[in-house]
């Protein structure tokens, strides 16, 4: 199947500081991908979707201006949080779509990264 | 998309065939079943999708009710690598295709 990647694979930061997560997919061109975060115990949630070229779109409740996506390849998305405080701490996870395929395009995910910020 | 609906929770014993049924009563005629697993603290890995017929890869099958309602995904032989968290989703194939993830079943395997 395919392959999606995610760096770094873990990252312990202070407060008030920006971490960036890289999403690369590895043998396939995805343009769009999707960024996910996981709370302990929970469910995947979706916060943005990431078009190659465009702006991302984001999820309700998610601010645009705290989380950073930029898709600027078919190959490469980034997340970067801003200013990131103790409550962002979570597993963030990234799928790409497999751009052919046609109705039947099925996203893959990466591995996630756990992001802890004290 | 569809709201579907999973047991919490299943044990399996090793070796055997698990089970795990879905039901997706609201599903569009153009909507596709699709399962995903987690294992602790990993991204979710693809298993396999449906439309109206029956499908078998080399992790699984899907055996999908005529009337679209419900699905059972089958794991033939369950091995304790397949403890895990298991999804089942239904996704629109054009336009939105947000994944909407729900609760899942845990499915344990008993050696």
């Known amino acids: 199947g395919a392959v999606v990647s995610q760096h770094p694979s873990r990252v312990i930061c202070k407060s008030g500081t920006s971490v960036k997560i890289e999403c690369r997919s590895l043998?396939?061109?995805?343009?769009?991908m999707f960024w996910y975060r996981q709370f302990p115990k929970q469910s995947l949630m979706l916060m943005a979707t990431s078009n190659e070229g465009s702006k991302a779109t984001y999820e309700q409740g998610v601010e645009k201006d705290k989380f950073l996506i930029n898709h600027a390849s078919l190959t490469l998305s980034t997340l970067t949080v801003t200013s990131a405080h103790p409550e962002d701490s979570s597993f963030y996870i990234c799928?790409?779509?497999?751009?052919?395929?046609?109705?039947?395009?099925?996203?893959?995910f990466g591995p996630g990264t756990r992001l802890l910020v004290l | 998309d569809a709201k579907t609906t999973q047991p919490p929770s299943m044990d399996c014993a090793e070796g055997r065939a698990a089970n795990l049924p879905c039901n997706h009563s609201t599903i569009s005629g153009n909507e596709y079943v699709y399962w995903y697993r987690q294992i602790h603290s990993q991204g979710p890995q693809y298993i396999i999708h449906g439309l109206k017929n029956n499908e078998t890869n080399e992790m699984a099958s899907l055996i999908i009710t005529e009337d679209r309602k419900s699905s059972t995904l089958i794991l033939p032989h369950a091995t304790l690598r397949d403890t895990a968290v298991y999804y089942c989703i239904v996704r629109a194939p054009f336009g939105n295709e947000k994944l909407t993830f729900g609760t899942g079943t845990r499915l344990t395997i008993i050696p």
């Open positions: 043998d396939f061109q995805a343009t769009t």
């Open positions: 799928s790409a779509r497999d751009g052919a395929g046609g109705s039947q395009r099925t996203q893959y």
